[in-house]
């Protein structure tokens, strides 16, 4: 089942929630919508579900308009952030409600509900109530209930967000290994950058009700678009500097542009990863910046290092342990910085490099 939305609007009074948004979700794929707290995501997926409807712009599932359909016939399966369980049912019969609305015979229904508690990895729980779960337990039950009735496309709205953390790492890992055994067409909401990057086929990153980059978790990563994306997805040290003669400056350090766009000039905004720093107890090829170090943080196989330049700019590192063992370095010693890799933008948010 492919989604297509195009030119989509939708305005709540005079505030303009989601504005001109397209994007498609092929068959099979698992899509994030991925952005802050009221950019307009959940509107989206409550659009494609028929929850609400759209101002203009039209949403269509295997090539048919479905925009001013009923959410019971577009067949899609809905998963929220509260669960919204029955809480007198059990999880059998949580399971079952969808399938006997539709007046399934009781011996599919039975077999279909063994069938996804087995699934969800549930087995044994059916004569249990939500209240007698984890949250982790009645999330995937939330899962197995909207896939009873082989929905034609997943919408899940926030589906980790009421978790601890833990929780929300097992149960997405866990979602993209349900996703890949039953290949139904998924699309799901998240302000999470690292949730997105870590089970997506697919991103739309939406900000203020507009689409600013769509493309895999490397694309974005690696090539955003915009100033925007660069700095909402992943961590990232944000520079001011100037354009010319072929390299953007900054501070004391920069960084050469593309020969496409040697020309440029004017003000520009640097963006660098944490991890594209070089770091040395000295200078390195000329191009290196002095820089006391005031925090180490050691986390998993990596060190998170902030620094402050000599011009009083703050400065986020991360070396993997081997690098940073071997530099032999405390907080208060001085060392030096050079830019390994950057992303550059106009002031008109024109990506330079």
């Avoid at 504005?19 to 307009?40: I, K, R, Y």
């Avoid at 409600?97 to 969800?120: D, M, Y």
């Avoid at 929300?168 to 139904?184: G, Y």
Wanted: avoid cysteine; charge should be negative; proline fraction near 5%.
């Amino acid at each position: 089942m492919s989604v297509v939305v195009k030119n989509l609007d939708k305005k709540f009074g005079s505030f303009g929630a989601v504005n001109n948004v397209s994007f498609e979700v092929q068959e099979g794929e698992l899509a994030a919508l991925l952005g802050p707290s009221g950019a307009g995501k959940s509107t989206i997926l409550r659009m494609i579900g028929g929850l609400e409807q759209p101002d203009t712009g039209t949403i269509e599932l295997d090539g048919v308009d479905v925009s001013r359909m009923s959410p019971q016939q577009r067949g899609a399966g809905f998963v929220f952030q509260s669960y919204a369980l029955f809480k007198h049912m059990t999880i059998t019969q949580n399971i079952a409600f969808g399938l006997e609305v539709r007046h399934v015979a009781k011996n599919e229904v039975r077999e279909r509900v063994r069938e996804l508690l087995n699934l969800v990895k549930l087995d044994g729980y059916g004569n249990h109530y939500p209240s007698q779960l984890s949250g982790g337990q009645r999330q995937r039950v939330a899962l197995a209930r909207a896939l009873a009735p082989r929905p034609r496309v997943m919408l899940l709205d926030e589906p980790f967000g009421a978790l601890d953390a833990r929780v929300r790492v097992e149960l997405r890992e866990w979602i993209r290994r349900l996703h890949d055994d039953v290949h139904v067409t998924s699309i799901f909401v998240t302000h999470d950058q690292e949730e997105a990057l870590e089970i997506s086929d697919k991103i739309v990153v939406i900000n203020e009700g507009n689409v600013e980059q769509i493309g895999s978790p490397s694309d974005l990563y690696d090539r955003p678009a915009t100033p925007f994306v660069a700095s909402f997805i992943g961590p990232i040290n944000v520079f001011k500097g100037e354009a010319a003669e072929g390299k953007a400056t900054f501070g004391h350090m920069s960084v050469p542009l593309p020969r496409s766009m040697e020309q440029a000039t004017g003000a520009v905004d640097v963006f660098i990863r944490p991890f594209d720093f070089f770091m040395s107890t000295e200078g390195h090829d000329g191009r290196g910046v002095e820089a006391k170090v005031q925090r180490v943080a050691l986390i998993g196989g990596s060190v998170k290092l902030s620094l402050v330049l000599f011009g009083g700019e703050r400065v986020e590192v991360q070396l993997d342990r081997e690098h940073f063992g071997s530099l032999d370095i405390e907080v208060g010693e001085e060392v030096w910085l050079t830019p390994k890799a950057a992303k550059v933008f106009s002031k008109a948010h024109q990506p330079l490099a």
